[in-house]
């Protein structure tokens, strides 16, 4: 049988404040990880329970559910320019408003908790586990298994938390089973826990104040075909999903808790998940993969065969939404669902210094302890370095990165105005702007964007022994220059240092027409006269800088607007 939680009223305190971020430095990064500082201003206004359009005014729920998915490691949001959306310090802050309010909360979350492209493995497992920890302290009940989970090294992943402690959220995937030889362990034998259940079960029912409602937990046909695909060394399988919800049917009738709510947390595709809610109208609610990053803002709705409807919900991406179940009671003592989307915006920064910030919201020590690891293990030495395109393209040269200061005798006014530049600080603002987390500097997946080759051979390494290369220098763009400083003239060596550059003669407009296609809305710009190498030139260099200006680290970037800005014309 099912363990059952109880899940309170309960009013945190102190009651959650209204914070503004502050943050001006360029840069960003392109990995998923925590944002790189965010400062509330020095005056705060209380959060209430936000205005949903079609709830009641008059009544409060009788349960509220928080549904999330699909994070991909993003603990805080990625990049550094306003406006931002997500992170676990703002989604703590909406929950608790709504406790506040005095609505009895639980959450649970689909899964893909992990990042799909991390690039140290001890770091993706530190992501899961201060992941799992912040959700507990939010009051999350039940998690499902994903694709970024089952290929990354499960047993692993389990090991980080469920094997240390039978605790919620629980987690739910009730047809995945364990392989040997090929052939599939069922899921008590293969994922046995340390308590009465094991380590991955199918359901859970937790009482939200007066509601018992259950969660489940499965894997649709195409989620298990894609982990399947890619061989045996995931050491998981799948029995069938109609399998397991048929044994959870069973289960949750035979409870005594008789859920009034029944929530499936289904890892599969909107069309799977209509014909699951066809076929099983015992769950009014299906949460199921978005295959868009924005989510749709109202469910998708299914009549089953008993003329019930299913609400099927997608939440979106990296945790920059999350979605709200509200039950009311009707007359007949019958639940009314309403949804509603909530985009965890910049009201829901915790205010204050940032000792006074991490006693009001947990998942700032989280966060905090999160980032002291990442250092003390030295992670970012981890990152593997492979070769640059130019050194990929021309291994006989042995290009090297040297630093913006070797370019400063024959690039002076150019030097000067990358010295003045946000580029020429961009690590000090890991150094001293980032403080939720702070230590960012110690971060491979920040350093990235705010230094030169990070990540590729005989690029940044460190503070100590690279420190030439700190900052968004030169050879960001332009690529290893060491060719170029010892063969200035050489038209081969020279032209590689503009690898954007299709034609000899491409340039970029001049600052005066930049200027005026700044002034213009983007569907206007066509009114300034523009050559085709131009028209290439624009397109291919602002193609370089969305490698880190990319619409989550820099959502406002446009290229003729921050030209100005660092603006250097070079010697022809």
Same mark, same amino acid.
């Given at each position: 049988?099912?363990?059952?939680?109880?899940?309170?009223?309960?009013?945190?305190?102190?009651?959650?404040?209204?914070?503004?971020?502050?943050?001006?430095?360029?840069?960003?990064?392109?990995?998923?990880?925590?944002?790189?500082? !965010? *400062? $509330? %201003?020095?005056?705060?206004?209380?959060?209430? /329970?936000?205005?949903? &359009? +079609?709830?009641?005014?008059?009544? =409060?729920?009788?349960?509220?559910?928080?549904?999330?998915?699909?994070?991909?490691?993003?603990?805080?949001?990625?990049?550094?320019?306003?406006?931002?959306?997500?992170?676990?310090?703002?989604?703590?802050?909406?929950?608790?408003?709504?406790?506040?309010?005095?609505?009895?909360?639980?959450?649970?979350?689909?899964?893909?908790?992990?990042?799909?492209?991390?690039?140290?493995?001890?770091?993706?497992?530190?992501?899961?586990?201060?992941?799992?920890?912040?959700?507990?302290?939010?009051?999350?009940?039940?998690?499902?298994?994903?694709?970024?989970?089952?290929?990354?090294?499960?047993?692993?992943?389990?090991?980080?938390?469920?094997?240390?402690? !039978? *605790? $919620? %959220?629980?987690?739910?995937?009730?047809?995945? /089973?364990?392989?040997? &030889? +090929?052939?599939?362990?069922?899921? =008590?034998?293969?994922?046995?826990?340390?308590?009465?259940?094991?380590?991955?079960?199918?359901?859970?029912?937790?009482?939200?104040?007066?509601?018992?409602?259950?969660?489940?937990?499965?894997?649709?046909?195409?989620?298990?075909?894609?982990?399947?695909?890619?061989?045996?060394?995931?050491?998981?399988?799948?029995?069938?999903?109609?399998?397991?919800?048929?044994?959870?049917?069973?289960?949750?009738?035979?409870?005594?808790?008789?859920?009034?709510?029944?929530?499936?947390?289904?890892?599969?595709?909107?069309?799977?998940?209509?014909?699951?809610?066809?076929?099983?109208?015992?769950?009014?609610?299906?949460?199921?993969?978005?295959?868009?990053? !924005?989510? $749709?803002?109202?469910?998708?709705?299914?009549?089953? /065969?008993?003329?019930?409807?299913?609400?099927?919900?997608?939440?979106?991406?990296?945790?920059?939404?999350?979605?709200?179940?509200?039950?009311?009671?009707?007359?007949?003592?019958?639940?009314?669902?309403?949804?509603?989307?909530?985009?965890?915006?910049?009201?829901?920064?915790?205010?204050?210094?940032?000792?006074?910030?991490?006693?009001?919201?947990?998942?700032?020590?989280?966060?905090?302890?999160?980032?002291?690891?990442?250092?003390?293990?030295?992670?970012?030495?981890?990152?593997?370095?492979?070769?640059?395109?130019?050194?990929?393209?021309?291994?006989?040269?042995?290009?090297?990165?040297?630093?913006?200061?070797?370019?400063?005798?024959?690039?002076?006014?150019?030097?000067?105005?990358?010295?003045?530049?946000?580029?020429?600080?961009?690590?000090?603002?890991?150094?001293?702007?980032?403080?939720?987390?702070?230590?960012?500097?110690?971060?491979?997946?920040?350093?990235?964007?705010?230094?030169?080759?990070?990540?590729?051979?005989?690029?940044?390494?460190?503070?100590?022994?690279?420190?030439?290369?700190?900052?968004?220098?030169?050879?960001?763009?332009?690529?290893?220059?060491?060719?170029?400083?010892?063969?200035?003239?050489?038209?081969?060596?020279?032209?590689?240092?503009?690898?954007?550059?299709?034609?000899?003669?491409?340039?970029?407009?001049?600052?005066?027409?930049?200027?005026?296609?700044?002034?213009?809305?983007?569907?206007?710009?066509?009114?300034?006269?523009?050559?085709?190498?131009?028209?290439?030139?624009?397109?291919?260099?602002?193609?370089?800088?969305?490698?880190?200006?990319?619409?989550?680290?820099?959502?406002?970037?446009?290229?003729?607007?921050?030209?100005?800005?660092?603006?250097?014309?070079?010697?022809?």
């Amino acid at each position: 049988m099912p363990t059952v939680q109880k899940i309170p009223y309960r009013v945190p305190v102190p009651a959650i404040l209204l914070g503004v971020a502050l943050i001006t430095v360029l840069g960003g990064v392109g990995a998923a990880i925590p944002q790189a500082g !965010e *400062q $509330p %201003p020095a005056k705060a206004v209380l959060v209430a /329970a936000p205005e949903f &359009a +079609g709830w009641p005014k008059d009544q =409060k729920p009788e349960a509220v559910v928080i549904i999330s998915g699909q994070t991909y490691g993003y603990l805080q949001p990625c990049g550094c320019s306003r406006p931002q959306l997500g992170g676990l310090e703002r989604r703590a802050n909406f929950i608790a408003s709504l406790k506040a309010a005095g609505w009895p909360v639980a959450a649970v979350d689909l899964g893909d908790i992990l990042p799909t492209a991390g690039v140290v493995p001890e770091q993706v497992l530190m992501k899961y586990t201060t992941t799992m920890n912040a959700l507990r302290e939010m009051g999350y009940v039940a998690v499902g298994l994903g694709t970024a989970e089952f290929t990354n090294w499960i047993f692993r992943i389990l090991g980080e938390y469920a094997v240390k402690k !039978e *605790q $919620p %959220p629980i987690i739910l995937s009730g047809n995945t /089973a364990g392989v040997n &030889a +090929g052939r599939l362990i069922p899921r =008590k034998d293969a994922f046995a826990g340390i308590g009465n259940r094991p380590m991955i079960d199918l359901t859970e029912i937790v009482d939200v104040g007066t509601v018992p409602v259950s969660v489940t937990g499965v894997v649709g046909l195409s989620v298990a075909k894609a982990v399947g695909a890619l061989g045996p060394d995931t050491l998981v399988g799948f029995f069938g999903d109609r399998e397991s919800l048929q044994t959870a049917d069973k289960e949750l009738a035979a409870s005594p808790r008789k859920p009034q709510l029944n929530i499936l947390l289904f890892q599969g595709t909107l069309a799977e998940a209509q014909v699951v809610a066809k076929g099983w109208p015992s769950f009014q609610v299906i949460v199921c993969l978005s295959t868009d990053s !924005e989510p $749709p803002e109202a469910p998708t709705i299914v009549a089953g /065969a008993n003329g019930q409807k299913t609400q099927i919900i997608q939440v979106g991406h990296k945790g920059r939404y999350v979605g709200v179940l509200g039950a009311f009671k009707t007359a007949d003592g019958k639940l009314d669902l309403k949804y509603h989307v909530e985009p965890l915006g910049e009201k829901y920064l915790t205010p204050g210094d940032e000792a006074v910030a991490r006693t009001t919201n947990a998942m700032l020590p989280l966060l905090e302890e999160y980032a002291s690891r990442v250092k003390s293990r030295n992670l970012m030495g981890k990152f593997p370095q492979g070769p640059h395109p130019t050194q990929a393209k021309n291994p006989t040269l042995n290009l090297s990165f040297v630093g913006s200061d070797k370019c400063m005798s024959c690039h002076a006014a150019e030097y000067a105005v990358w010295k003045q530049s946000g580029h020429g600080h961009a690590m000090e603002a890991l150094e001293t702007v980032a403080k939720r987390p702070s230590l960012r500097n110690f971060d491979g997946e920040c350093v990235v964007c705010h230094s030169v080759g990070f990540g590729f051979k005989t690029g940044y390494r460190d503070a100590i022994t690279t420190a030439h290369l700190q900052h968004v220098g030169c050879e960001s763009c332009h690529g290893p220059g060491a060719g170029h400083v010892a063969n200035p003239k050489d038209a081969k060596l020279l032209s590689l240092q503009s690898p954007w550059r299709q034609e000899p003669s491409d340039r970029l407009p001049n600052l005066e027409t930049m200027e005026k296609l700044a002034k213009l809305p983007l569907g206007e710009r066509s009114q300034i006269s523009v050559t085709a190498g131009e028209k290439r030139m624009l397109q291919s260099v602002s193609q370089t800088c969305s490698s880190c200006h990319d619409t989550e680290n820099d959502p406002n970037f446009d290229l003729v607007k921050y030209w100005p800005k660092i603006h250097h014309a070079a010697k022809k």
